[in-house]
Every structure is written in structure tokens, then in C-alpha cells.
């Protein structure tokens, strides 16, 4: 039987007061500066120990840059104009290569910043996860309530398309052919307006079982094996 963890952000800003007041925070070992005027979008480490990070300037121009973890010179750095802002990188498990996402385009690099290959979903805002040799799409900030999961294969191939009535995604983990799911969304709170949801899926979509959260915010779960 898998075995998952679902971490809650709390919000409040009296609890992370509090919190910090209780408990010795972790000391910073090291730091570098890696941006310059710049807002760092998300960052991934490859399998040579480098960092990817997925940048934005203050006049909206996005790069992606390759940056060795002992040294602070980029390797290099890819303009993105044409991109809106970086959502997520992932690294890829089957070769050198990672995936960005935007909006509405999943992106694959090779470590040298070259395009292999690009698909457009239509997504108002994707993010990317992956599991058991698949790559999902997600159209995270639905305001339809209805989002949809795109499957993609190694090649970064379109598989499926599948909607569920999770509002606003939050994470996705696919483990033995199912699709964890965690989202929040308005409504359904004791005693607030918000909510969250844990939904099982199928390969075919259908709702194994859900978890109702009330007064719950931004769930991960996360394979615990």
C-alpha cells in the first residue's frame, strides 16, 4: 500500500510568528549571488550538479540560465522574450534535458540551452510534474473549475487529455497508473471561505475517492513510498 504525505502551507501570519518564536531556525551555510536586478522564477538542479534557473527582469524579459553549483558565471544564459514568464523546470529522467513550461508552451532544452522540441497546450498557467515515465501537464489556475491533466510520453508526445472538477491544481503525483491530486479552491470551509481537495484518479479519469479538507490551503502529496 503507497504511503503519502500531505504537507499544508498555513497562511497566517501569527503562526509563522509563532513558530519562529518556539523553534531555533536552521543556519545558513553558504550563499551566492546567482540574479542581479532580476526575480528568480523557479529553480532545478540537472544531473551534473548545475543549476537551471528560470529568471524574470523587472521589464518582463525572461532568460533561462545554466550555472555550475562552486562557481557563480553562468554557463551560459538563454533570452526568452517571445515567452511569457517562467512557470517550472523540470529535469528530464531519460537524457541530458530538462522541460520548462509557460503559460501555454512545454519547452524542451538539452544542458546546452538548444530547443529540442516545444508543444502548445491550452492552459491558462502550466505547471509540469512527473512519474512512472510520464510527463503531466497541468492547467493550474482554472477559472472554469474544471482543469485539465495533459499526459505526455518521453518524446514529450501528447497521450491524453483529461478533466477533472479540481479547481486550482496544487501538485500532482502518478504512482502504479493512478493520479494523486491535491487543490484548493473558494468555498466548502467551516469556517472560512476556502477549502482543499485530495482526489484519487484513474488512468481514464474517473475518481477512485476524494478528501475533503475545510479550512485548508495550497495541500502537497507527496510519494512517500
Not at 477559472?143 to 485539465?148: A, I, N, Q, W
Request: glycine content about 4%.
Amino acid at each position: 500500500m503507497k504511503k503519502f504525505l500531505i504537507i499544508f502551507v498555513v497562511t497566517f501570519l501569527l503562526s509563522a510568528l509563532s513558530l519562529s518564536a518556539q523553534y531555533d531556525l536552521p543556519n545558513i551555510i553558504s550563499a551566492k549571488r546567482v540574479t542581479d536586478q532580476e526575480c528568480l522564477m523557479d529553480v532545478q538542479i540537472n544531473k551534473q550538479s548545475d543549476y537551471i534557473l528560470g529568471k524574470q527582469k523587472f521589464n518582463y524579459e525572461n532568460s533561462l540560465s545554466m550555472v555550475p553549483r562552486n562557481d557563480s558565471t553562468s554557463l551560459w544564459d538563454k533570452s526568452l522574450k517571445s515567452s511569457p514568464v517562467v512557470n517550472q523546470i523540470i529535469d528530464m529522467d531519460s537524457e541530458n534535458a530538462f522541460l520548462m513550461s509557460n503559460s501555454d508552451t512545454i519547452y524542451k532544452f538539452d544542458y546546452d540551452g538548444n530547443i529540442l522540441k516545444q508543444i502548445s497546450v491550452s492552459s491558462e498557467r502550466t505547471r509540469l510534474f512527473k512519474g512512472n515515465g510520464k510527463y503531466i501537464a497541468v492547467d493550474c489556475q482554472s477559472v472554469s473549475g474544471v482543469s485539465r491533466l495533459f499526459i505526455l510520453n518521453q518524446e514529450l508526445e501528447l497521450e491524453k487529455i483529461m478533466s477533472t472538477d479540481c479547481e486550482r491544481i496544487i501538485n500532482v503525483s502518478y504512482v502504479d497508473n493512478f493520479f494523486y491530486i491535491s487543490s484548493d479552491r473558494y468555498g466548502g470551509g467551516d469556517s472560512s471561505n476556502m477549502s482543499s481537495d485530495i482526489t484519487k484518479l484513474d488512468n481514464n479519469g474517473n475518481v477512485i475517492w476524494n478528501y475533503h479538507l475545510p479550512d485548508m490551503v495550497r495541500p502537497y502529496v507527496i510519494n512517500n513510498g
